[in-house]
């Protein structure tokens, strides 16, 4: 099992460059139009070259990430955990 740690949230207006394939392939998998306040959060996952993308508004809480995740094989760590649970 793969580990993820936050390397950022942003609004989708301020996203660095780097990380817009991963947010638009996201966007596309979940049918969803992007809106420059979208709130979106980033994991780096651990032992990989690839990023997980979270849109912080789609979540009631920590538990649907986190399922979200072990279906992707990944654990997200404690800290990042609790910053998310911050901006849900």
């Given at each position: 099992m793969f580990v993820a740690t936050l390397d950022g949230i942003f609004k989708y207006s301020d996203l660095p460059e780097e990380y817009e394939?991963?947010?638009?392939?996201?966007a596309t998998i979940d049918k969803r139009e992007l809106n420059?306040?979208?709130?979106?959060?980033i994991l780096n996952i651990a032992g990989t070259s690839t990023h997980h993308v979270l849109f912080l508004?789609?979540?009631n809480n920590t538990r649907e990430i986190e399922k979200e995740l072990k279906e992707a094989d990944a654990k997200i760590n404690h800290?990042?955990?609790?910053?998310?649970?911050?901006?849900?």
């Open positions: 394939p991963y947010v638009q392939f996201k420059d306040d979208d709130e979106i959060a508004d789609s979540y800290t990042t955990l609790k910053i998310i649970g911050g901006h849900l």
